[in-house]
């Protein structure tokens, strides 16, 4: 009998170091999302994720690595790793513009209005918010 496979994929919450903001994606499909992607054959989760950010902001991160929840993807048959790291709101970025349309720095506050559009991860960064927060 064949067991069901999945996809794995990782995505980073990247805060301000005050934990008042979030880094979000603007896909060139007009949705947001969070940095990350698909895991390559033999690469470890925390490899993969900086390996995303290398490719889709043009950024070397660093910084510290949490990993945080997963879940799967209501959409598909991926299995999202979560992660949150800290970068300071000044960073500068060379989008993957085959991509990415744009990044903005959002708020709890953004988030709750609705102003970011199509993210699946909503529960995800609720999650960093509060634990940011407290």
């Not at 496979?5 to 499909?29: E, F, N």
């Amino acid at each position: 009998m064949r067991r069901p496979t999945h996809r794995v994929s990782v995505k980073i919450a990247l805060c301000t170091p005050d934990g008042s903001k979030v880094l979000v994606t603007q896909l060139a499909g007009g949705t947001d999302g969070l940095p990350g992607g698909h895991m390559e054959f033999g690469e470890t989760p925390e490899i993969a994720i900086k390996r995303e950010l290398r490719e889709e902001l043009g950024i070397v991160y660093v910084g510290p690595l949490k990993q945080g929840r997963f879940w799967k993807d209501p959409k598909g048959d991926r299995i999202l790793l979560g992660f949150i790291g800290e970068l300071d709101e000044n960073t500068e970025f060379q989008l993957q513009l085959e991509e990415l349309a744009g990044v903005c720095w959002v708020s709890h506050l953004d988030l709750k209005a609705g102003m970011v559009k199509s993210l699946t991860y909503g529960d995800f960064l609720e999650e960093v918010f509060l634990e940011r927060t407290v």
